[in-house]
Every structure is written in structure tokens, then in C-alpha cells.
């Protein structure tokens, strides 16, 4: 299999990073929870093209929020 070049207008642009929103987190904090095992989870991550450590940062700063209590502005 042959790959062509890259087609980008800008070959020196950088890619975009994705940015996630809380709800979406939840999301999928809330379905790899309770996901039944490893090969689920995996299924997961693969799915939503995320790393383990994505879920590993959410759940700590999840925790964190929720030791801390509501935020008041």
C-alpha cells in the first residue's frame, strides 16, 4: 500500500487539539465506569480516539472538584 502526501494548503500549519467539554467528559467518565471489563473500555477509548491517560487526568480533576465543593464566582 502506497500513502500519497499529505494535501494541506500550509504544509508548516500545526494540527488543531481537540478541546473536550465537561459534559462530554462525564460522558464518558460515567460509560467507562461502568463499562463490565478491560476489552469495553479499550472499546471505549478506541471509539472516541482517547488515551488512557485522557480518562486518568478526567477522573482526577473530577475528584478534585468534587473534594473542593461547588465553586463560588
Known amino acids: 500500500m502506497t ?12 494540527p488543531q487539539r481537540r478541546t ?7 460522558r464518558i467518565l460515567a460509560e467507562y465506569d461502568a ?3 478491560a476489552a469495553a473500555r ?8 482517547l488515551y488512557g491517560s485522557h480518562i486518568l487526568d478526567w477522573r482526577k480533576a473530577r475528584d ?10
Open 64 to 73: 478534585a472538584g468534587a473534594a473542593a465543593g461547588p465553586e463560588t464566582r
Open 3 to 14: 500513502s500519497k502526501p499529505s494535501s494541506s494548503p500550509d504544509p508548516d500549519a500545526r
Open 35 to 37: 463499562a463490565p471489563d
Open 20 to 26: 473536550f467539554t465537561a459534559e462530554f467528559k462525564a
Open 42 to 49: 479499550g472499546a471505549i477509548l478506541r471509539r472516541e480516539r
